[in-house]
Structure formats: structure tokens, C-alpha cells
């Protein structure tokens, strides 16, 4: 099961992104919309639903020995899901005033889950399957160490985040709670 | 020596905890790290922002001296070593409540007659003597990491301490070079702070005076 993190500065900047492949056994669940689609549908739309929905469990070697997630296939498709994601974020903003929010919108297997910093920072993590205490204590510490970041003067507010500690540290935290 | 170590110690965490205002660690911190970094964006230059923290330093020690020496009332250091023992002890405990360890070593041996003195009341110590500060912590670069270009660039980002320790001990007649040897910042094991006699000052009549 793979998860796809990002972090975006209040003015929807993306500054860090990571795609963690989870090691924990998922409960498996089926897409209702996926089975209604025809499959001799050729629609770009239904194209994609299929590729995403059957692509989510596969994982590809490519030549170069890397394990590329099948989801990654259609990165394209990754960030739309996430950005399409944003606009029900910033709905749910205004309504409420907790920092996690839960999962936010659902897009066949994909949830889109969503935590916002007292800064306006965006923390978006796009799952399968449900996870809702691993995500919240994930998305908890994300925010510790994306605190930690901010505070060193050499870090530009609202620039990615290139730091080598950081991504090793969010990589071990996705594999705590992931 | 006259005072032992231990009542060194003493009167470091005591001048520490007698002092009615401190500041708070991050404020600290934070406000030196946007100096450094201010400094890094005027001059682009790591050698010179080395050589301006020390700068900074320096005029710091040399005001610094002062407080410290009207609190913590000790007298004159019997020679080399006791300075280092009083500086690391004393001095660093009351202002950053940081405890570094001193190593001492002696000068390298003279190829030419040792010059006499001209300051009767200081022992042997030879110009040549050093002693090495081990900061197991550093308040301020409590929240840095230095990005790849900082790294290659050769920036000793606490270089400020290396001029408060000059300009403070050329008040008292020890003129010294005050380096960084190693830094955690860059990677290094511990960061450690050498601190060479180079010669004990005459008492000048000040400039203008006769």
C-alpha cells in the first residue's frame, strides 16, 4: 500500500513531497465505482479510473532496479487527485477549526487525508485503505519535524524543503506509522 | 593552584543562578542564527563572515570582562592553565550555562632562549601555551543545520565565541588566537575551541596620556 505526502506552503506551493510504500498489510477494499465501469469503456476519464484503481496494488521494477508504485505510474493523476483534494480542504477550513482533519474527500481507493497548521501550512497524504490513528500520529509528527525545519535560520519560510535530515526523518516516521 | 577546580564550578553555577535577568534559549538562538544569516546574504563571503562574527566578538569580550570580573571577584590567575580552568569553568557556566571541558597542553619546545617576562607575578607559562574547549553543547546553534553551500564555503558558525574570548582575555594582558578546530555543525565529532597564548601585554600608558 502506498502513501503520497504533501506539503504545501499556505499559497498552495507544493515544498515537499514523498512517496512511501507502506509494509503493513491493508485491509482490502473494493471500489464500487471501479466494478461499474464498462471495461470496454475508452473514455480518457474511465481510462484512468481503471489504471488507478488497478494499478493501486501493483508494484513495477523498472530497468533501473527502482520499485516504482504502480500510483506513480500516473503521477499526473497523484497530483490531480491531491489538488482536486484542495479545494474541499479549504471548505472544510472554514467550517472547522481542528488542525487533522480527517479524510477529506475520497476518489475510488484513494483518500485524500488533510492536516493544517496554525501557519496555514497544508500537510495532504493520499491512501488507500483506512488508517485513521497511524495517519493522525504520522501527520502529528510531520508536523514536529516540519516545526523543527522552520526554526533553523538557514531555511527560507515557504521554500521546499531540501533538507537531508528532514526527508530521513519523515521516511522513518512513514515507516512507524504507516 | 589556589582555588581547586570543584570551587571553580561553584562559583560559576552560582554567578549563573545569581543573575536576575536571562534571556530565553530559542529567543537567543534564533536571533544569532538570523544574524549569522544576514550576514552570510550581505557579504557572501564565509571568510569574512568568519572574520566579522569574530569581529563581534571581539567587542563583546572586551565589555564582558567586565561584568564578569566585578561578579565573580576572582583574582589573578596564577598562569595559563588557570585561565583556561576559570574560562571554561567560570566564565562560559555564568553566561551560557554551558560547561565545556578544558584540555590543557603545554608550548612547543623553545628553538630559540626564552624572552624574561616583563610581568614578575606570572609563573613560567610560555607564549606557546594553549588549551582546547570541548562544547558538548551550544546554545546557539541550537535549531541550525547548514545547508551544502555553508558546508563547502568553510563557515565556523559560533565564531562569535572565538572573539569574545580574545577581546576579553587582551583586557586582562593575555593576548591569544582563538580558533575553532572542529564543529558538529559541519559534521565533526565535537566542536572544539583552541585557544593559544601568543604573549602576555605590558601595562601601556594609554595613548595620549603624557
Redesign the interface.
Known amino acids: 500500500m502506498s502513501h503520497h505526502l504533501f506539503l504545501l506552503s499556505p499559497s498552495d506551493t507544493p515544498l515537499y513531497s514523498l512517496t512511501h510504500q507502506s509494509t503493513k498489510p491493508v485491509p482490502t477494499v473494493t471500489s464500487p465505482l471501479a466494478s461499474n465501469l464498462p471495461t470496454w469503456s475508452t473514455s480518457a476519464f474511465a481510462g484512468t479510473l481503471t489504471a488507478l484503481s488497478g494499478a493501486s496494488s501493483a508494484t513495477q521494477t523498472t530497468s533501473g532496479g527502482a520499485v516504482r508504485v504502480g500510483g506513480g505510474q500516473d503521477r499526473h493523476v497523484i497530483q490531480m487527485i491531491a489538488n482536486a483534494g484542495l479545494d474541499v480542504i479549504e471548505d472544510v477550513m472554514r467550517k472547522e477549526n481542528t488542525m487533522y482533519l480527517k479524510s477529506v474527500d475520497k476518489f475510488n481507493e484513494w483518500t485524500v487525508s488533510a492536516f493544517i497548521t496554525p501557519g496555514n501550512m497544508k500537510f495532504v497524504l493520499l491512501h488507500e485503505g483506512k488508517n485513521d490513528e497511524g495517519i493522525r500520529a504520522f501527520l502529528m509528527e510531520v508536523w514536529e519535524l516540519y516545526v523543527k525545519t522552520m526554526v533553523n535560520p538557514f531555511h527560507t519560510a515557504h521554500t521546499a524543503i531540501r533538507s537531508g535530515v528532514f526527508d530521513s526523518r519523515v521516511r522513518g516516521s512513514a515507516r512507524k506509522y504507516l | 593552584m589556589a582555588t581547586s577546580s570543584k570551587q571553580y564550578k561553584n562559583v560559576g553555577e552560582e554567578l549563573w543562578k545569581g543573575r536576575s535577568e536571562k534571556i530565553n534559549a530559542?529567543l537567543f538562538a534564533?536571533t544569532y542564527?538570523?544574524l549569522?544569516?544576514q550576514l552570510i546574504q550581505d557579504y557572501e563571503d564565509y571568510d569574512e563572515v568568519n572574520k566579522q562574527l569574530e569581529k563581534m566578538g571581539y567587542n563583546i569580550g572586551t565589555r564582558l570582562i567586565e561584568d564578569f570580573l566585578a561578579k565573580s571577584n576572582l583574582g589573578r590567575c596564577a598562569d595559563f592553565r588557570e585561565v583556561g580552568e576559570v574560562v571554561a569553568k567560570v566564565g562560559f557556566k555564568s553566561f551560557l550555562n554551558i560547561s565545556p571541558t578544558v584540555t590543557h597542553s603545554g608550548p612547543p619546545p623553545p628553538s630559540s632562549p626564552g624572552r624574561p617576562l616583563s610581568n614578575p607575578s606570572i609563573s613560567q607559562a610560555t607564549a606557546g601555551s594553549s588549551f582546547t574547549l570541548t562544547l558538548d553543547e551550544n546554545p546557539l546553534a541550537e535549531?541550525?543545520?547548514?545547508?551544502e553551500e555553508?558546508l563547502e564555503g568553510g563557515l565556523w558558525f559560533s565564531n562569535v565565541l572565538c572573539g569574545v574570548l580574545r577581546g576579553a582575555l587582551e583586557m586582562v594582558q593575555l593576548q591569544v588566537q582563538a580558533d575553532f578546530v572542529s564543529d558538529v555543525l559541519r559534521g565533526d565529532e565535537s566542536t572544539e575551541i583552541r585557544v593559544k597564548l601568543v604573549k602576555y601585554l605590558e601595562e601601556e600608558v594609554p595613548v595620549g596620556d603624557d
Open positions: 530559542e534564533l542564527g538570523a549569522v544569516v535549531f541550525v543545520e547548514l545547508p555553508v
